[in-house]
């Protein structure tokens, strides 16, 4: 089945909506698609430093426009969304995950602790492993997401990471988002 990518100017009209509702548990979650249907598509992200090892579910846009989340029950896997690049491949390949769950654990619940440097492992459907090194991290309010920097067209083979972070408003919920910007190892 091909695979259908939004334009550059596409991402730019739907993703403001995407990450601003953020990781509510339950919020903004349609089904998960499953696991890699490609070979080149991600099935595992692993970061050593903070024992992060998980399988990788695919994730869409909502009906709603939001980019779906992990469901709750599964706090400890993270999801790569379809709508962005494929790891390895130009442009920026985003994983999200939660970092709070209902049962107290959850797959990003230290990624605040990476640092730049820190390696970022991708396995591949086929079981390439891809190696992306850490550039950054940038903790932001939701109602301020940078979109473009995290969504938008770039030449390099990037890798963005994002959670919630931060306090919680009157809801619950996590006001801000981790970003962690990653460039593939070459």
């Known amino acids: 089945m091909p695979r259908t990518r939004l334009s550059p100017l596409a991402l730019l009209l739907v993703l403001p909506a995407l990450l601003v509702a953020g990781c509510a548990l339950g ?3 349609d ?3 499953g696991g890699p249907a490609r070979d080149e598509e991600p099935a595992r992200v692993s ?10 579910i695919r994730l869409g846009p909502g009906k709603d426009g939001k980019a779906q989340l992990p469901p709750p029950e599964k706090g400890m896997t993270a999801g790569w969304y379809t709508g962005g ?3 390895g491949d130009t442009g920026a390949a985003v ?4 970092d709070a769950a209902r049962t107290g654990k959850a797959v990003f619940r230290d990624l605040k602790k990476v640092r730049e440097g820190t390696v970022v492992d991708v396995r591949r459907g086929d079981g390439r492993v891809l190696h992306f090194t850490v550039t950054g991290t940038e903790t932001v309010r939701k109602d301020a997401f940078p979109t473009r920097k995290v969504y938008g067209g770039t ?6 990471l994002v959670t919630c972070a931060g306090d919680q408003d009157a809801g619950g919920h996590p006001v801000d988002n ?3 910007y ?5």
């Open 178 to 180: 981790l970003i962690v």
């Open 31 to 33: 089904k998960a698609i």
């Open 27 to 29: 919020s903004g979650t």
């Open 47 to 56: 970061i050593p430093s903070i024992g992060v090892d998980s399988p990788l």
């Open 95 to 98: 994983i999200i995950g939660h």
């Open 155 to 160: 030449i390099e083979k990037a890798l963005r």
């Open 182 to 186: 990653a460039s593939l190892q070459s």
């Open 85 to 87: 690049a494929v790891p």
